[in-house]
């Protein structure tokens, strides 16, 4: 059964700090990951989508790379902002119908 | 414009009396998804719509169960709401088929209490 384990689970850092968020898996055989965005009480923004071939993707401040066969993510942030305060949630992507297996997230604080 | 409408955003029901949430999307998407998502925890996922083919998960309770009666709309029904069913409930749509990925497109889910 596919686990995915995020870690730190919370994370506080200064405004403008670099940071990488962490997450792994436990079986490769994975479609695609993807990284969501989850403000308090809310849905989930999909911020980035990374295909099983694909080594990493980027959007604006956003990287993420994927090693599959070490069962690995990460998502950095450049630059960081008090906006950028959530909860980061990666997901493996699996099954005939892309069902998500998510992890429990990293909850960040940038401070002002 | 949002895409994955969930209402209402907050639902109360009392215990054991039946309650249903609502999907609606605008995008055309093929699957169609519902995950329960406890306080702190990860998303788990119910169940799932594949056009009009549904899918349960193994551990999915049978209290819980779902109707996709067109492509756009899709409800959660909870028969006996149980404190344990406290929790966000999340929507979300994917096109498969077709040349490569979707990511998935969540709705801002419906936030369940149970008195």
């Known amino acids: 059964k596919q686990e995915v384990t995020q870690i730190p689970a919370a994370l506080s850092v200064p405004e403008g700090e670099n940071l990488v968020l962490n997450c792994s898996f436990t079986?490769?055989?994975?479609?695609?990951l993807q990284w969501f965005r989850q403000d308090p009480g809310k849905g989930l923004t999909s911020l980035l989508l990374i295909q099983s071939s694909q080594r990493e993707q980027t959007s604006g401040r956003l990287n993420a790379s994927l090693d599959k066969s070490s069962g690995r993510s990460t998502l950095y942030i450049a630059a960081s902002q008090p906006g950028d305060s959530a909860t980061y949630l990666c997901a493996v992507v699996l099954g005939s119908a892309r069902q998500l297996t998510f992890g429990s997230g990293t909850q960040l604080t940038v401070l002002p | 414009d949002a895409m994955v409408i969930q209402n209402p955003r907050y639902q109360v029901t009392q215990f054991g009396k039946p309650v249903t949430l609502s999907c609606s999307q605008t995008?055309?998407?093929?699957?169609m998804y519902w995950y329960q998502q406890k306080s702190s925890q990860a998303p788990k996922l119910l169940f799932h719509y594949y056009d009009k083919d549904f899918n349960n998960e193994a551990d999915t309770p049978d209290n819980f169960q779902s109707r996709r009666p067109n492509t756009s709309f899709c409800f959660l029904d909870i028969r006996s709401p149980g404190l344990g069913d406290a929790a966000m409930y999340l929507c979300a749509t994917s096109r498969l088929g077709g040349a490569s990925n979707q990511p998935q497109h969540f709705g801002d889910g419906t936030r369940l209490s149970i008195l």
């Open positions: 079986d490769s055989a994975i479609y695609n």
């Open positions: 995008l055309n998407h093929n699957v």
